[in-house]
């Protein structure tokens, strides 16, 4: 087993399962479910005509392309260190370019200048790493001033399902808090991000939940991430937490059937996180 000492010094923990084709589905499905909630958040911002936009961790393009499709005048730059997502990204979102570009950076160390965007969008990354605070300082750096960051920071405490054998809230109970505790990530970084933006002297921090739930998400929708995440991680969680990767699939499995079931609820709340970096 890995130690907290070991993998802190490991700046993307989560690099084998980001880059397995688990992820693609799970980032297509993702962007399904949270993208029709998110375009008003968006919308929110007071951006100039022809907005130059920074999506810091782009993946495989699911929210460049639909930020590059939203403001048609916008430049768009999607930047990640898995080059397999950055050559999806470009093929499959070639009709757009070259307003939208891909390319390899990583987001501790942007090649970009200073005040280089009036919109910087991290999405789904920040509870994956460590040291969230100084990527968000490095995301600060390359936004101008008056501009904004939008920030999707993952809480994997916002996860309700019914209750059932296994008991899905025993899972959330115990797994990411041994997961972040071995990986040096906080997966409850929904609740501390409002906090950490304020110690950086951001202004006008909101905070919003997206609501992925099966009323909300076609179930088929939201039963893909929980696949994707089963599919992904359950090695993982079976090496780095005290849960086995077989408990770990029948805990998936049990929340699959129950938002497969016509009758069955459940949620996961998705923070979502806007603030301005001050004009002086
Ligand atoms: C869960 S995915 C989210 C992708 C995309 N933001 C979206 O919303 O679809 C997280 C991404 O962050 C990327 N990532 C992790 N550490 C990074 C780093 N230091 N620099 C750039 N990208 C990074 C991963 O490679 C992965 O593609």
């Known amino acids: 087993m890995r130690t907290n000492e070991d ?4 700046l993307n923990p989560q690099a084998k399962q980001m880059a397995d084709e688990s992820m693609v589905r799970n980032l297509r499905a993702q962007a399904e479910a ?3 909630q998110e375009v008003p958040l968006l919308r929110r911002y007071a951006l100039p005509d022809e907005p130059r936009i920074l999506d810091a961790g782009c993946g495989t393009g699911e929210a460049a392309s639909r930020l590059a499709e939203l403001f048609p005048r916008a430049s768009v730059l999607g930047v990640d260190i898995i080059d397999s997502h950055l050559d999806f990204a470009r093929t499959r979102h070639a009709h757009l370019a070259p307003r939208l570009a891909f390319e390899h950076q990583s987001i501790y160390e942007l090649k970009a200048a200073d005040r280089s965007f009036d919109l910087t969008v991290c999405r789904h990354v920040i509870h994956s790493i460590p040291y969230p ?3 968000i300082a490095e995301l600060m750096r390359v936004t101008r001033r008056g501009g904004f960051l939008h920030i999707i920071a993952e809480d994997y ?3 309700h399902f019914q209750r059932g054998a296994p008991d899905p809230g025993d899972f959330w109970h115990e797994a990411p808090a041994a997961f972040g505790a071995a990986t040096g990530t906080d997966l409850f970084i929904g609740r501390n991000i409002l ?3 304020a110690a950086l002297g ?3 921090i909101t905070l919003d939940y997206i609501i992925v739930d099966t009323i909300r998400v076609p179930r088929p929708t939201f039963a893909s991430i929980l696949e994707a995440w089963r599919d992904g991680y359950a090695e993982a969680v079976g090496e780095l937490t005290p849960i086995t990767r077989e408990s770990t ?3 998936f499995d049990q929340m699959i059937a129950n938002i497969r079931d016509p009758r069955g609820y459940a949620v996961w709340m998705v923070p979502v996180v806007g603030a301005r970096v001050p004009a002086s």
């Open 7 to 10: 993998s802190v010094t490991d």
């Open 34 to 36: 949270i993208w029709p």
């Open 133 to 135: 605070d100084r990527v």
């Open 157 to 159: 405490g916002m996860l």
């Open 195 to 197: 906090g950490i933006l």
């Open 202 to 204: 951001l202004e006008e």
């Open 249 to 251: 699939v029948a805990y």
